[in-house]
């Protein structure tokens, strides 16, 4: 008798799991869903970004705890972090021009279309000539393709850099002046950047339709010279949080 019974309540058991099995019930209290296909492909895509950021973090991680570990346990820790913040100092100075230097990228030429005053109007000729805002817009764009560094002709452009148009020159922010044909100088990756100027919707791809005088071409070595322009801090200075 005892048998049937622990045999009847072990069938009811097994009757109710295998109901609640069937309608997704979740025992941590967490409800089940179905994707399709391009939810799955997302939730794919994403976790694999997250794994690459963690792998990222981890390494970043490692790096300065290893930089720390050096910096403690170095007899000669004191000439190796001021070794270190040399070598930050020059890459800083390099970012924002004070320093010549060198590199592998392309160079953008770009010159005036050819224009004819009997046939064309003002409009048409305006059309075909390299304005400030151009130029403007060309220097946003390659900063967006990854440049680390420009130059116009022999003008080192930096952070702070601002032009204008002046007749037939480029006057930029240190009232030195530049003029057609202007070779722009950049290093970066050469594929990149020359992938970006050409994408549509680019502004070089504008120049190309108003006819404008347009090459690029991939450099091995670019020297730039240093900015002339003035890199002294008057008015900013490093926020201080107090808490």
Partial sequence: MKNNKSFFFVFIATIILGALISMNFNFEGIQSYNLNAAE??????????????????????????????????????????????KAQITDYEMFIGLNKIEGSGIVLNINDGKTNAREENT?????????DNDMALILNELRMAGAEAISVNNHRIVPWSGVTCNWAFMLFDDDEME???????VIGDPEKL?????????????????????????????????????ANVEFMKRYESKK
């Fill in 194 to 230: 020359k992938a970006a100027l050409l994408e549509d919707g680019s502004h070089v791809r504008e120049l190309m339709f108003r006819k404008l005088y347009v090459n690029i071409e991939k450099i091995d070595k670019i020297i730039m010279p240093p900015t002339t322009s003035n």
């Fill in 40 to 85: 799955y492909q997302n939730a794919v895509e994403e976790r694999a970004t997250l794994y690459k950021e963690i792998g990222n973090l981890k390494e970043d991680t490692i790096e300065k705890k290893n930089k720390i570990y050096n910096y403690e346990n170095n007899y000669t820790k004191n000439d190796k972090i001021l070794e270190d913040m």
């Fill in 179 to 185: 003029y057609a044909p202007f070779n722009i100088y």
């Fill in 123 to 131: 409009d048409e000729i305006n059309n075909k000539l390299l304005h």
